[in-house]
């Protein structure tokens, strides 16, 4: 991963994420680029690479933006035990957490994840303007 500080918002890009930290909002925005995982070794890695970009930062201050949009629409038995565990522990890491989905199977898809996963300052939309809505609501954290 690449490191680029931009005024106040850091980027990183890998071939499978794009990140930036966006300090005055408080926002992490994290999208899923449309590169396949060609072996499931490479997903921890991958997640690996987030972990280190977002090291400097208190993510329980931080919501999460995640747009998974443009990602391959996958939902195997292997990959999603691969994933699970990465998936928790990034979603729970944010203070709340909007994902964009492309489709409504998407959408019912990523909610059972949520659930699953004990997520519950999360919310899932099909455009970018209600997640961003839903992360702008003033937070009464627990």
């Known amino acids: 991963m690449h490191f680029t500080p931009i005024g106040f918002v850091s980027v990183e890009n890998t071939v499978y994420w ?57 939902n195997d038995i292997d990959f999603e035990t691969h994933i699970d565990r990465h998936r928790r522990a990034l979603l729970g890491s944010f203070r709340r957490t909007a994902l964009i989905v492309k489709t409504a199977a998407g959408l019912l898809q990523v909610k059972r994840h949520l659930q699953q996963d004990g997520i519950a300052r999360g919310a899932v939309f099909m455009s970018e303007e209600q997640a961003l809505e839903y992360l702008e609501r003033p937070y009464a954290g627990r």
């Open 18 to 74: 794009q990140l930036s930290i966006e300090r005055e909002r408080d926002l992490v925005r994290l999208t899923r680029t449309e590169v396949p995982y060609e072996e499931m070794s490479e997903i921890g890695p991958s997640f690996s690479s987030i972990d280190r970009a977002l090291i400097e930062i208190d993510r329980k201050r931080f919501d999460l933006l995640l747009d998974l949009r443009q990602g391959p629409r996958r």
